[in-house]
């Protein structure tokens, strides 16, 4: 005997769960399974990091009430400073600028964790299945069928009009769907870290590209920053296992001495970098959102950001199809909406992110020369900056309700 849902996401992690917030309430019994915890050691989503988050999905958190419980932990950030090491380019935007209170704001995963589960917890229409792993998916044309391994060696079986691939780049729900994903590897590791800086950072974000690939400093309430240092495998791997004098050293050496001398470092915790596109972003009754359809090199900070978006998307159709008396989620043309209203938000973000990295790793002198003109031309040009907003704010093309304060139900 199989449960019966209307919906079925697969993958509680920052995307999945914010889904499972947003379709909360709309009249849809929702099933959210998840592997591991939320606020376990082992939560590969909800982990040590923090996130860059932009107004846009700010706005979205805020509709949704998840903001209150985050606003606390979050970081505003006042400016973004963008240069590239020992070369003479560099641009700024500012919020003030660009009449903005914040650019965005820094927030540790684990506190978005911590706000989203107790309101998927609390809602009646969410039955939340965690510790809870699928492990088979067998599609049909009326529903999908999904086998859930329960500890200790307990299986269900749900059936459900739609299913969500919420499952992360290695995504074993899009591929059961046939849908593979194309992969490159970028040759990076990013070394994630906390670092305390002697000068105060102003609610500056740092962004300074180097020779083995860009270095962030994200500011955090307590005067640290979060480091975001790429290097090449090989040299990520001895990083790891450096002092924390000489990985101080390196991280002074490239950034220089903007802030002042690094005082202290926290855990390094090493992510390899790729880019992962999904060739669709649906198939038959299952819909794919977040690092499933696009796994992003953290460079610009967009991969939540375009995330959030698929979810606020996503949710609005369903309101919409379910306002017009259709309740069958897995509706090919809201799946077709849903791809259409997509696909140049994807593009955009996936085109921009996947050039910044191509044209700061280009080690050729003109392409330097280029770049360096590029930054100061964008430092010198106002509808530059503007742009730049506005794509990582997702306000290019439709922006969904819930990034415009408006709510659902
Ligand atoms: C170093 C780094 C820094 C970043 N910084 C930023 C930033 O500043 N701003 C930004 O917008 N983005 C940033 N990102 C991107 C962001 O982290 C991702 O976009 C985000 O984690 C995607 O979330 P997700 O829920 O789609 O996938 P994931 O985080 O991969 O979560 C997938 C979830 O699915 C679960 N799962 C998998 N398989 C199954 C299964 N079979 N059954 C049940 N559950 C399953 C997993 O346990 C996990 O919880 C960064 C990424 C990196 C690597």
Redesign the pocket.
């Known amino acids: 005997m199989s449960e019966v849902f209307d919906i079925a996401i697969?993958?509680?992690?920052?995307?999945?769960a914010s889904l499972g917030v947003a379709l909360g309430g709309l009249g849809a019994r929702i099933a959210l399974?998840?592997?591991?915890p939320h606020d376990s050691a082992l939560?590969?989503?909800f982990d040590e990091?923090t996130?860059?988050l932009s107004n846009g999905s700010r706005r979205i958190l805020e509709t949704l009430g998840v903001w209150p419980s985050v606003s606390s932990a979050a970081t505003p950030i006042a400016k973004i400073h963008v240069s590239d090491r020992g070369h003479f380019g560099f641009a700024r935007v500012d919020a003030a600028e660009q009449g903005l209170a914040a650019m965005g704001f820094v927030v540790p995963n684990r506190a978005l964790g911590a706000a989203l589960w107790p309101l998927l917890a609390a809602d009646p229409n969410v039955r939340v299945f965690c510790p809870?792993?699928?492990v088979r998916v067998d599609a049909a044309e009326a529903a999908v069928e999904l086998q859930v391994s329960q500890a200790p060696a307990e299986s269900v079986a749900i059936r459900a009009r739609l299913v969500v691939a919420?499952?992360?780049?290695q995504s074993?729900v899009r591929s059961a769907f046939g849908v593979d994903a194309q992969v490159r590897d970028y040759g990076q590791t990013?070394v994630?870290t906390t670092v305390l800086p002697q000068r105060f950072h102003d609610y500056v974000a740092y962004e300074r590209f180097t020779e083995t690939g860009p270095l962030a400093l994200l500011p955090l309430a307590d005067g640290r920053c979060t480091l975001?240092l790429t290097l090449k495998p090989d040299m990520a791997e001895a990083a790891l296992a450096w002092s924390d004098g000489e990985f101080l050293a390196e991280v002074q050496r490239r950034f220089g001495f903007r802030l002042g001398r690094f005082l202290k470092v926290g855990r390094r915790v090493p992510?390899p970098l790729a880019l992962s596109q999904a060739r669709r972003t649906s198939a038959g009754r299952c819909v794919i959102?977040?690092?499933?359809a696009q796994g992003?090199h953290?460079v610009a900070?967009?991969?939540?950001?375009l995330?959030l978006r698929d979810v606020a998307s996503l949710a609005e159709l369903i309101a919409e199809h379910r306002a017009a008396g259709r309740t069958d989620d897995g509706d090919p043309r809201l799946l077709a909406e849903y791809d259409a209203w997509r696909a140049a938000d994807r593009r955009g973000i996936i085109g921009f992110t996947d050039g910044l990295v191509r044209t700061f790793s280009n080690p050729l002198g003109a392409v330097q020369r280029l770049r360096n003109l590029g930054l100061l031309a964008f430092d010198l040009l106002p509808p530059a900056k503007t742009a730049l907003s506005r794509l990582s704010t997702g306000a290019a093309g439709r922006v969904p309700k819930l990034a415009r304060g408006v709510a659902l139900r």
């Open positions: 697969v993958g509680g992690g920052m995307v999945g399974i998840e592997a591991i939560q590969p989503s990091r996130t860059a809870a792993e699928v919420a499952d992360g780049v074993a990013a994630v975001v992510y959102v977040g690092n499933a992003l953290p900070g967009m991969g939540f950001n995330g």
